[in-house]
């Protein structure tokens, strides 16, 4: 299911996924402060593109929770809603449910990306 499933992925929605972690990246890369953050943002726009096959790791220490919080207050929420009502249309039928659970696996990292890592 990993190739066809990120090819049909890719063409039915995940293309417009990437792009808004893509978005998310340009924002936070104006600022010197915001590049690591915005470089991160890019890592999981190619996750976004094509997530089947991949797992995501959650872990991390104190650096990783206060980044988190400031990503929340500023990029993650609108990106989680986006995932979880993805989520929630594709899982409406049955062929999109494995679409729909990656975009819930989406809208997972977009509330916590620090500290987390693609295997």
Known sequence: MGCLG?????????????????????????????????????KFA????FPFGKEVRYGGG???LLLNIIWLVVSGFPLAIEHAAWGIVLCVTVIGIPFGMQQ????????????????
């Open 6 to 42: 990120n090819l049909l992925w890719f063409i039915f929605g995940g293309a417009l996924s990437g792009l808004s972690w893509c978005l998310a990246g340009c924002l936070w890369c104006i600022t010197v402060v915001g590049i690591p953050v915005g470089m991160q943002c890019f």
């Open 46 to 49: 190619a996750l976004s593109f």
């Open 62 to 64: 104190a650096g990783s």
């Open 104 to 119: 819930f696996k989406l809208a997972k990292l977009a509330l916590m990306p620090f500290g987390s890592e693609v295997v």
